[in-house]
């Protein structure tokens, strides 16, 4: 269990590494987007996972409220890029 748990916490440190490294070089404003995105997954399943290994249920409101706060931003984005988009088509 232990040589799991060591696997997992370096794919997710190395995950969250690059994540942050995009959020910092890339080169629009939707990269930046996309890898903080990814940054809260890698945080949910960081969370999730430590849930898992201590036999611990009390993290399970904590992901809830990540997982909404994700969805939630991506959609949100996602509208707004939308709208920037049908804005700069319309010669606006």
Excluded: H, K, Q
Aim: hydrophobic share 60%; net charge positive.
């Amino acid at each position: 269990m232990t040589a799991v748990s060591i696997t997992v916490t370096v794919i997710l440190a190395t995950a969250a590494l690059l994540a942050v490294v995009r959020a910092v070089r890339g080169p629009s404003i939707l990269d930046r987007v996309v890898a903080t995105d990814v940054l809260l997954a890698v945080i949910v399943a960081a969370v999730a996972t430590e849930a898992a290994y201590s036999r611990d249920n009390t993290a399970l409101p904590v992901l809830v409220v990540l997982s909404v706060l994700g969805f939630v931003s991506s959609v949100s984005v996602a509208r707004f890029a939308v709208r920037s988009r049908s804005r700069r088509d319309d010669g606006s």
